[in-house]
């Protein structure tokens, strides 16, 4: 799939007792792709438009639109890169990680300390939702006794 619009979107502790913000910011692709660099490129655009460093946030997101298939999306009179040598490039980040463990190689925008996060956060998962659509393992099972 390839993303024709971008969204990104941050928000401060709406429980918090302090003053309350949130930002909302989402463009159109010049043309859709699934090239983690571009879409890398124009969430930190996005990002510059809607941050403000007075507040403290507590959740952020980035969301892709307008998808659809690779294979029927149409490419833009002027663009530069070559579709087919950025999905190998994808499809190999993608199967190194695979192999050798999540987060073995990435862009170095999206390194923790590139963010200015110490190396050893991580996302709390304690209440994470069961993934019954996309997880076979996860798919409930019910027994019946005769």
């Known amino acids: 799939m390839v993303a024709g619009r971008i969204g990104i979107f941050i928000q401060t502790d709406r429980h918090a007792d302090t003053e309350q913000y949130g930002g909302w910011w989402t463009i ?3 043309t859709p792709t ?3 660099c571009v879409l890398a490129e124009q ?3 996005c990002l510059r438009h809607i941050f403000q460093s007075k507040f403290r946030y507590k959740k952020a997101g980035v969301m892709l639109m ?4 690779r294979s029927v999306a149409q490419r833009g009179l ?3 890169r070559d579709p087919e040598r950025t999905h ?3 499809r190999t980040i993608d ?3 695979h192999d050798f463990g999540r987060g073995t190689i990435r862009l ?3 390194a923790p300390m590139a963010l200015g996060a110490c190396r050893t956060w991580h996302m709390r998962k304690e209440r994470c939702s069961p993934r019954y659509t996309t997880r076979w393992d996860e798919i409930p099972v019910a027994h019946a006794r005769a």
């Open 28 to 30: 159109r692709l010049m």
């Open 34 to 36: 699934d090239d983690t």
């Open 43 to 45: 969430a930190e655009w």
């Open 66 to 69: 307008e998808l659809c298939r």
């Open 78 to 80: 002027f663009e530069q």
């Open 88 to 90: 190998r490039l994808m």
């Open 95 to 97: 199967g190194i990680n």
């Open 108 to 110: 170095a925008s999206a």
